[in-house]
């Protein structure tokens, strides 16, 4: 599957890199990485100040974003999500960024506009226990 967006053109301001990386037409997309807390989706979830969010532009391939997420992860020990907005229940959009390794979580707004918001975190976070019954307690 290829991406069926392009998301807006990446900020000028406020990126901490970004990646020439494989596009789906074959031409170059631009992936930008930035702290999720430098950007408009901090207020939109509880946005920790570890966590990363991708920014794309272009039409890279969802497994060219898999292993630049996994990169992600692996260059900061306490990142506990990179987060992806894509167009609100824009399904084929969607659709992609679980094909490369996230999962929906929340619609969301901002002043820009309505985004569904994936995540993809690593291992760690993902093992920790999801209900209160699992959280081991000292006797």
Do not use: K
Request: glycine share 6%; net charge negative.
């Amino acid at each position: 599957m290829t991406t069926p967006f392009i998301h807006r053109s990446l900020p000028v301001e406020g990126l901490d890199e970004v990646h020439l990386i494989t596009s789906a037409s074959e031409r170059t997309a631009r992936v930008g990485v930035r702290h999720e807390r430098a950007g408009e989706l901090v207020n939109a979830y509880p946005a920790g100040t570890h966590d990363r969010e991708l920014l794309v532009e272009g039409d890279p391939s969802s497994s060219a974003v898999a292993t630049l997420t996994e990169q992600v992860l692996r260059g900061d020990a306490r990142c506990r999500r990179v987060v992806l907005a894509v167009g609100e229940r824009d399904v084929e959009a969607i659709a992609w960024a679980e094909e490369a390794g996230f999962r929906y979580v929340v619609d969301v707004e901002t002043h820009s506009g309505a985004y569904s918001l994936l995540v993809a975190e690593p291992e760690w976070v993902l093992a920790q226990p999801q209900i209160l019954d699992d959280i081991p307690l000292e006797e």
